[in-house]
């Protein structure tokens, strides 16, 4: 756990987008709750509120309604590594750290990083509208195309041929995605809830009208007990990210064992709280706290 010197005046920013804050009106009073009843002052700031960048010759952070001057933490709760890294700058520790946010929210540098870790994953391939060359495939159809930098399953496709790829990267050519094989087990998923070092839950998410089985995108989901090959594997993961709180997603293979899919920077929690009675927004606060080594 890393810890954050921070005096009993201190102060922290629950930092949002505001169309993801509509979203997530129950987390976020759950967040605000939880803070209240462990002494932890903690504000909720929008992101298209706060300005940064360099004045007179030092970086700074205004917002037109809020004095930030004396913020300790930040959690962030919105995908912005520029911003993440100004707050570092600043002496604000961020939960998560803008580096987690930079790996875990471009795919092509998450699995770049897993890789190196030696964990197992679906044979990949880094695309793009410049560099794609559809006479050189090592890959057979289908196949899943999917956007570096897109979230919640949104900008995953399935593809059946080079036109339906390229009409793809033509459609968005300032994006780079990542080419992947298609899983043997489609529209089935684990995701693994990770808070520091310790596995607080995982589900099984699973769709019989897609291949993708998010939540959030009509799936069912139900818990999931990770066995002692499986933590481990997991282990390896965040023990090497040090992470605050994330999502780990796993696919499975025909004989059912864990394949790294991605990490959730920002990770949603209703899948958990549908299935089990931990608390995540308590649990979270409560690591925050602990986290934070008054003088």
């Known amino acids: 756990?890393?810890?954050?010197?921070?005096?009993?005046?201190?102060?922290?920013?629950?930092?949002?987008?505001?169309?993801?804050?509509?979203?997530?009106?129950?987390?976020?009073q759950m967040l605000l709750e939880e803070a209240r009843l462990q002494d932890i002052s903690l504000q909720l700031v929008f992101e298209e509120d706060l300005s940064f960048g360099v004045t007179g010759n030092?970086?700074?952070?205004?917002?037109?309604?809020?004095?930030?001057?004396?913020?300790?933490?930040?959690?962030?709760?919105?995908?912005?590594?520029?911003l993440s890294k100004q707050l570092e700058q600043l002496k604000i520790t961020c939960f998560n750290p803008a580096y987690v946010s930079e790996i875990c929210n471009d795919k092509a540098v998450t699995y770049q990083y897993i890789a190196g870790l030696g964990i197992p994953m679906l044979?990949?391939?880094?695309?793009?509208?410049?560099?794609?060359?559809?006479?050189?495939?090592?890959?057979?159809?289908?196949?899943v195309l999917k956007q570096s930098d897109g979230r919640g399953g949104k900008e995953v496709y399935l593809v059946h041929s080079v036109e339906e790829i390229l009409d793809k990267l033509h459609e968005l050519p300032n994006k780079r995605f990542v080419l992947q094989e298609f899983a043997d087990n489609p529209g089935k998923d684990i995701r693994v809830f990770v808070l520091g070092n310790e596995v607080?839950?995982?589900?099984?998410?699973?769709?019989?009208?897609?291949?993708?089985?998010?939540?959030?995108?009509?799936?069912?989901?139900?818990?999931?007990?990770?066995?002692?090959?499986?933590l481990e594997l997991v282990g390896r993961i965040f023990s090497s990210l040090k992470a605050d709180f994330?999502?780990?997603?796993?696919?499975?293979?025909?004989?059912?064992d864990l394949l790294f899919n991605e990490i959730e920077d920002v990770v949603g929690c209703r899948s958990?709280?549908?299935?089990?009675?931990?608390?995540?927004?308590?649990?979270?606060?409560?690591?925050?706290?602990?986290s934070i080594e008054c003088r």
């Open 272 to 290: 958990l709280y549908s299935t089990s009675d931990v608390n995540a927004a308590a649990l979270y606060m409560d690591y925050i706290k602990k």
């Open 1 to 28: 756990m890393r810890k954050l010197r921070m005096c009993e005046s201190g102060k922290g920013l629950l930092i949002y987008k505001k169309t993801d804050a509509e979203r997530n009106q129950g987390f976020i």
């Open 123 to 143: 044979d990949t391939y880094f695309v793009s509208n410049e560099t794609f060359d559809g006479d050189d495939l090592a890959l057979t159809f289908p196949m």
């Open 200 to 230: 607080i839950g995982a589900v099984l998410r699973e769709s019989t009208t897609s291949f993708k089985a998010n939540y959030t995108l009509g799936g069912t989901v139900r818990p999931y007990l990770l066995n002692e090959s499986e």
């Open 58 to 82: 030092k970086l700074s952070l205004t917002h037109p309604i809020s004095d930030v001057g004396d913020i300790s933490f930040a959690i962030m709760r919105t995908i912005n590594p520029l």
């Open 246 to 256: 994330i999502g780990i997603d796993f696919l499975l293979n025909k004989q059912g």
